[in-house]
């Protein structure tokens, strides 16, 4: 079963730095989309970057990128230039590719940005 | 509509208690999907919908927990027998399909309290 862990429950950030979450995930699948969700305080989860597996490129956001390392199951979301409005809760997930839209959560990372 | 839209946005009730929550997505989308966020916890799937029918219920947390969807439109998740473990957050998302590109857009949830 795949499996998605978020080791970092809460992160805090200086207004206009940068930070990096981290995620690493478990698949024996080849092909798979993984996912960066925001979730404010209004609950609804926000679709902020998606990559897929089988590109070897980075997903970019304007601020917002991945580092996505196939091999090591890992993909971090970096934020640059942090705003107050980025604060919110990430989480990290994953879906097969060809399957239906089920997506499978991390735990989230609840970031803090310090004005 | 232009959102997914949830209701109750929040809902208190008494152990034993049956509740309704109900789900309307985005006109057209075809796909539906009810999720589970416990305190602490990430986003655990339910079940979803293609159409009004629910190929996948494995998601169900037990037999107290139903879901059916109308008009391939309104779905509504039902529990009886409240019990507390079932507090939380209950999260609806649509898509246009069951296409595993296709991008998810989530409601705000209802917030379920059991006493």
């Known amino acids: 079963a795949q499996t998605v862990t978020q080791s970092q429950p809460e992160m805090s950030v200086q207004e206009a730095e940068t930070v990096t979450l981290s995620c690493t995930y478990d698949?024996?699948?080849?092909?798979?989309?993984l996912f960066w969700y925001k979730q404010p305080p209004s609950r609804q989860m926000i679709l902020v970057i998606r990559?897929?597996?089988?590109?070897?490129q980075n997903a970019t956001e304007n601020r917002f990128s991945v580092n996505f390392q196939k091999a090591a199951k890992s993909f971090s979301l970096k934020i640059s230039d942090s705003q107050l409005g980025d604060a919110a809760m990430y989480f990290c997930?994953?879906?097969?590719?060809?399957?239906?839209?089920?997506?499978?959560f991390g735990t989230g990372t609840l970031l803090a940005v310090q004005p | 509509g232009a959102g997914v839209s949830q209701s109750p946005s929040n809902k208190v009730t008494e152990k034993g208690k049956d509740v309704e929550l109900r789900c309307d997505p985005i006109?057209?989308?075809?796909?539906l999907y009810w999720y589970r966020q416990s305190l602490g916890q990430g986003l655990e799937f339910l079940i979803y919908?293609?159409?009004?029918?629910?190929?996948?219920k494995s998601g169900l947390p037990s037999d107290r927990f139903s879901a059916e969807r109308t008009g391939g439109s309104v779905s509504t998740l039902t529990i009886q027998r409240t019990q507390q473990e079932d507090s939380a957050v209950y999260l609806c998302?649509?898509?246009?399909?069951?296409?595993?590109?296709?991008?998810?857009?989530f409601g705000s949830g209802t917030q379920l309290s059991v006493l």
């Open positions: 997930a994953y879906r097969r590719r060809g399957a239906t839209n089920k997506l499978i």
């Open positions: 919908f293609q159409g009004n029918s629910a190929p996948d």
């Open positions: 990559q897929e597996a089988y590109k070897q």
């Open positions: 998302a649509s898509s246009l399909s069951l296409t595993s590109g296709e991008k998810l857009f």
């Open positions: 006109s057209g989308h075809t796909a």
């Open positions: 698949t024996s699948e080849s092909d798979y989309y």
